[in-house]
């Protein structure tokens, strides 16, 4: 479920622009697994897409998946088994994302992209010191990378209708407390008049 863009406005504490030459966008867990929820953003993400793309911001997209019952860890237990098996249709990124050839597919086992992944390391050859996170569950894997990416030294962006979860107050809490401690809040719109496309 994606909140109403224009209701984040009453948790901004703070507001910045990304730099587009040092951001990257993180598209999060877009996956097939995930259709039901991440469906009603697909316009608002691949909006966010597009417009990262006209302002030669590189786009990364992640992949949450498992091999085998050794990397469940703690999603084992807390989601009774009931995860995302790599090989699997379900563990497909949506064919709506249109993602291109040229760009980076990450693989995670956990909410955190960054969490043995190497992501950080590579965002730092590629100059990057700002991430702008979409995708879902706006609460777990989109909220675990933002704040990984804080305590890591990146400044972080937030969207909030290209973000989704099951439901409403979860998303809202999310916003509440990524604006309070952890990243700036933007949208659709607002991203394309901070990077003057409009």
Excluded at 9 to 19: E, G, L, M, S, T
Excluded at 98 to 117: H, I, L
Excluded at 168 to 194: I, P, W
Aim: hydrophobic share 35%; proline share 3%.
């Amino acid at each position: 479920m994606a909140s109403n863009s224009s209701s984040y406005k009453k948790y901004q504490i703070r507001n910045r622009n990304p730099n587009p030459k040092t951001s990257v966008l993180l598209v999060i867990d877009m996956q097939n697994y995930f259709s039901t929820i991440a469906k009603p953003i697909i316009e608002s993400i691949t909006s966010t897409i597009h417009t990262c793309r006209r302002a030669s911001i590189p786009v990364i997209f992640t992949r949450h998946c498992h091999k085998s019952p050794a990397d469940y860890a703690m999603l084992g237990e807390w989601w009774n088994n009931d995860l995302i098996i790599d090989g699997t249709s379900e563990s497909e990124l949506m064919p709506d994302l249109g993602r291109r050839e040229e760009e980076v597919v990450v693989e995670k086992n956990t909410y955190s992209a960054f969490r043995g992944t190497g992501l950080e390391e590579r965002l730092k050859e590629m100059g990057v010191e700002e991430v702008i996170v979409t995708g879902v569950m706006t609460n777990l894997c989109c909220e675990t990378t933002a704040r990984e990416a804080f305590v890591r030294g990146f400044r972080v962006f937030f969207s909030t209708d290209a973000t989704a979860t099951s439901s409403e107050d979860l998303h809202q809490a999310t916003l509440k407390n990524m604006a309070y401690g952890f990243a700036y809040l933007v949208d659709c719109r607002s991203l394309q008049h901070a990077l003057c496309l409009l």
